[in-house]
């Protein structure tokens, strides 16, 4: 069986490799396309760091009171946290762990807790505050105990 190729055949497998091999050229001397510059947007706020250690605070808090919302909880909370003197005072709070002993349902009062936070210290719990609610364990009903991280001093 004789298998030659025509003379168009082999200038048509001549001209395909010649086109691949230029256009690998071309494409390989191309400059990469310009990268937008990053500038730093002005409204963008800085980055925010909250300290590895916590204060913690102890309190006792009626778990009825908490549930409703009612105004001696609220104090009960604004005293505890007050008794931390300049450790507090004037700071920010980034996260809030707080655990709540309760017979019915420890992490409800503790979630309860959690949201008067705000009406006890606006500026040390802002509004949009991380908080999480744990079961605190061993001990009797009532008990809470906040594990607050605060931001970094400016």
């Not at 256009?23 to 963008?44: E, I, K, M, N, Y």
């Not at 604004?78 to 920010?92: F, T």
């Not at 309760?102 to 606006?122: R, S």
Request: proline share 6%.
């Amino acid at each position: 069986m004789n298998t030659r190729l025509t003379t168009t055949a082999i200038a048509g497998w001549l001209f395909a490799d010649l086109l691949l091999a230029f256009s690998t050229v071309a494409l390989g001397t191309q400059d990469p396309p310009p990268q937008p510059a990053v500038t730093p947007s002005p409204t963008r706020p800085a980055r925010l760091a909250l300290e590895r250690r916590f204060v913690e605070v102890d309190l006792a808090v009626d778990p009825d009171a908490a549930k409703r919302g009612d105004r001696s909880a609220v104090e009960a909370i604004r005293r505890a946290v007050r008794k931390k003197g300049d450790r507090l005072a004037g700071r920010k709070a980034g996260i809030v762990l707080t655990f709540g002993a309760e017979l019915d349902g420890a992490e409800a009062f503790a979630h309860n807790v959690n949201k008067l936070l705000h009406e006890v210290d606006g500026q040390l719990f802002p509004s949009d505050l991380a908080t999480r609610d744990f079961q605190l364990i061993h001990t009797s009903g009532g008990k809470i105990r906040l594990d607050i991280y605060l931001f970094y001093k400016d």
